[in-house]
């Protein structure tokens, strides 16, 4: 693993979350800690329920913890403006949601391109770029294609091109695997993997399927908004075999 004395890319200390629903309170997260380092391949598995999209949602921003910090690049985002953390993330993270959130009336060269374009770079520098991501996870051929003719496992490989389009330090991936099939699920965590790896990217996903688990080194469990175990396993023989056709 990292070595302890190398800044972390993502540092939660004691991050609490509770949610007011009337009346009520649900608490999400427990006093989560956690370091994670440059370039690691992360699975956070447990139930429904366990709090593993509210952590996804916390290191990417999208939200803010009812106690503790969270921390990226070593800058402590829990008390920056709104506008201020959607600058962070829009320059450090990618994301994949299990519904792929492709639009419909795009090609897929066109839906890698759209963060480019919102970032303003030139439509003929976006357009390579694009080419290039959609290449690496073996979808130059369909780039023309409109989200409905590709399979769900293809979409998902387009959702995956568009987070790392603007080259972001860390992908945080929610279900990706949610609406695939088995044999899509693994060749989705296939190729995350693989172009983390290759990249450097470090991967951040949830699932509550623990047969993905043998293709992750380090494993968060989480029961009852808790990180129950962190462990650092290495992949299995059969996983090592595996050569996913892109």
Known sequence: MTPKDTTPLVELRQVGKVYSLGERSITALQAVSLRIFSGEFVAI????????STLC???GMLDVPSSGTVQILG?????????KRSDIRNKTIGFVFQSFNL??????LENVMLP???????????????????????????????????SGG??????I???????????????????????????????????????????????HDHRLLERVERQLQMCDGQI???RIAEPTESCRRVQVAL
């Open 103 to 108: 639009i419909p009336v795009l090609s897929a």
């Open 116 to 150: 480019l374009q919102i970032a303003k770079i030139p439509t003929m520098q976006a357009k390579q770029l694009a080419k290039e991501r959609l290449a690496e996870v073996g979808l130059a051929e369909h780039e023309s294609q409109r989200p409905a003719k590709l």
């Open 154 to 159: 293809q979409q998902q490989r387009v959702a």
């Open 161 to 207: 091109a568009r987070a790392l389009v603007a080259n972001p330090s860390l992908v945080i991936a929610d279900e990706p695997t949610a609406n695939l099939d088995s044999e899509n699920a693994i060749k989705v965590i296939e190729t995350m993997r693989e172009l983390s790896q290759r990249n450097g990217t470090t991967f951040i996903f949830s699932t």
């Open 228 to 230: 129950i175990e962190d």
């Open 75 to 83: 800058q402590d985002v829990t008390m920056l403006s709104d506008g």
């Open 57 to 59: 949602n916390l290191i």
């Open 45 to 52: 598995w447990g139930p429904s329920g366990s709090g593993k």
